[in-house]
């Protein structure tokens, strides 16, 4: 008798992870006005939609971030760590240069032996890590994964650049994606375009034991914001074809939380009403690769998406890379 491997992939649990308290956008002009930088509550909301962030606190690295939303996955999915066979963090902001991040996990986890590796998309990181993991799960490479966006920004903020310090936030989320008779994951997609390497960028590195180049985040904010909201609704057009639905089958779309004009603006092209997007980004600012996860585990926890709806995943990052993923959950 030949073995076939399971034909689909869902997702059994959801979790989300904000450190510390949140940091309002006074709190943050505060701050910022003690070396001489000016903001405001009113431009931050006005231009981006963000009232606060969570920074995680100085011994916190992007890993003990990680750790709380799987757990808190794993927990939803009433699964054990052990019956893990495939661990994938997306994160911009890893613990070190090397081991991955995932494999930090998995060891604070407490099991060992199932794969585990780190995906570099930047804001599409959670896209691309689910795709991978269905991918895996659909040949028959994984049955059960812990697929995880978790990022500490904070830490390669430039807090002298108004421009883009005001924008960002720490966080994570996790989901746990196991093989099904039934299609949970209907159809992904993903891209990147290097040609727009340098306008969303943290150019450093390490050389010969010294930061080589400016370690902080760059953006060139128009740039990105134009290109987004194109690509976005390209991308998630050719999905819907891909899974013989139509934008009317979207019953949520989460987009990668940077900015709620985007949002909104990509909405709009889908012709999806506002009522169908679930934004977090007020609370929990551009939380890059965990922005996703941790909206969706905020909307399921709130029992606002429910089980067997349809929920459209997106997102642009640097690179540029974008992508997105239709699923029922
Ligand atoms: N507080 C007060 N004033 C500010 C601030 C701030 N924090 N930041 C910029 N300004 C000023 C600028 O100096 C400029 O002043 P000037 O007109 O006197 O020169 C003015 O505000 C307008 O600046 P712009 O950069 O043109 O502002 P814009 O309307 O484009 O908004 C923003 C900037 C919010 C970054 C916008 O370009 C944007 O949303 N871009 C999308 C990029 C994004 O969201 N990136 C997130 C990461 S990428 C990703 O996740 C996909």
């Known amino acids: 008798m030949s073995l076939k491997p399971p034909p689909y992939s869902r997702i059994a649990g959801t979790g989300g992870f904000l450190p510390g308290d949140p940091v309002t956008n006074e709190a943050l002009a505060m701050r910022l006005a003690r070396s001489g930088i000016e903001t405001s509550d009113s ?46 963090v997306a994160t911009s902001t890893p613990d070190m240069i090397f081991p991955s991040t995932a494999c930090i996990v998995q060891q604070k986890l407490g099991v060992r032996g199932c794969a585990a590796f780190d995906v570099q998309a930047v804001c599409s990181g959670f896209v691309y890590a689910l795709t991978i993991a269905d991918s895996m799960i659909r040949t028959g ?55 727009y390497a340098n306008i969303l960028c943290t150019p450093g590195t390490v050389s010969g034991g010294k930061i080589l180049g400016d370690p902080l985040l760059k953006m060139d904010g128009p740039a990105v914001f134009r290109l987004a909201v194109n690509v976005l609704e390209e991308v998630a057009r050719s999905v819907l074809v891909k899974a013989e639905r139509t934008a009317a089958d979207i019953d949520w779309l989460i987009p990668h939380q940077a900015n709620i004009r985007i949002m909104h603006g990509t909405a709009k092209k889908l012709k999806l009403p506002f009522e169908k997007l679930i934004v977090t980004v007020a609370e929990h600012g551009n939380t890059s690769a965990a922005s996703i996860p941790l909206a969706l585990d905020d909307a399921v926890r709130r029992g606002k998406i429910r ?17 997105a993923v239709l699923l029922d959950l």
């Open 43 to 88: 431009w931050i909301i006005e231009r981006t939609g963000i009232k606060a962030r969570h920074f995680a606190n100085d011994n916190d690295v992007c890993s003990d971030l990680a750790l709380q939303a799987a757990k808190l996955a794993l927990q939803a999915a009433d699964c054990d760590a052990t019956t893990i066979d495939l661990i994938i």
């Open 307 to 323: 089980p067997g709806e349809t929920v459209m995943l997106e997102a642009v990052g640097g690179g540029i890379t974008w992508g």
């Open 141 to 195: 490479a994984a049955s059960k994964a812990l697929v995880i966006g978790a990022e500490v920004f904070s830490r390669i903020l430039d807090f002298s650049d108004r421009t883009t310090c005001v924008l960002f936030g720490d966080g994570a989320g996790a989901v746990v994606l196991q093989s099904s008779d039934t299609p949970g994951i209907l159809a992904s997609e993903l891209h990147a375009d290097g040609r």
